[in-house]
């Protein structure tokens, strides 16, 4: 998704409930994490169509956890998860961890960890410090609510997929 500035509240709560079916889609029925949620794979189209792609880092689930960390760039890393930066297990909340910095950006116009290189950033994501609100943007309490409940460092605190739906 190419950005021009913060996106709309109608049209970020439209991306949100799509990439909640998509990955709860891929999660429930196919037991395969997307691995690499971001604004970059996140398409709309003229007709204001919402598709999630790049799956190239997808990944088959055994006994419901994972255990690889990939990330093709920098911009990959600035998405993956406190639990993939640390080389521990992960499951359906480190996809709930990029959808929540993914919803953050589109909200703010911008990342919240954009001024940080590699070694800040990985060092922020490993200590547990995830990202805070803009103050100065105004949003919803529940928009603020949600974020939070995607971006807890752990991630048996994040709220899942069906959690975010309701």
Request: hydrophobic share 40%.
């Amino acid at each position: 998704m190419h950005m021009l500035g913060p996106i709309r509240p109608k049209v970020l709560g439209q991306v949100a409930v799509c990439l909640i079916e998509a990955l709860s889609y891929l999660y429930d029925k196919h037991r395969i994490l997307h691995r690499d949620v971001r604004p970059a794979r996140i398409f709309i189209n003229s007709n204001g169509v919402i598709k999630l792609g790049g799956f190239g880092l997808n990944s088959p689930v055994l006994d419901g956890m994972a255990s690889t960390f990939l990330a093709s760039s920098m911009e990959s890393c600035m998405y993956v998860s406190p639990e993939r930066v640390s080389c521990k297990s992960y499951g359906p909340p480190s996809d709930v961890w990029g959808m929540g910095m993914s919803l953050l950006e589109l909200a703010q116009g911008f990342h919240p960890f954009a001024k940080l290189n590699i070694v800040q950033l990985v060092s922020r994501l490993a200590h547990g410090q995830p990202p805070s609100i803009s103050l100065d943007m105004e949003f919803s309490d529940d928009f603020r609510k949600t974020i939070t409940k995607c971006l807890m460092s752990n991630p048996y605190e994040r709220s899942s997929f069906r959690q975010l739906y309701v």
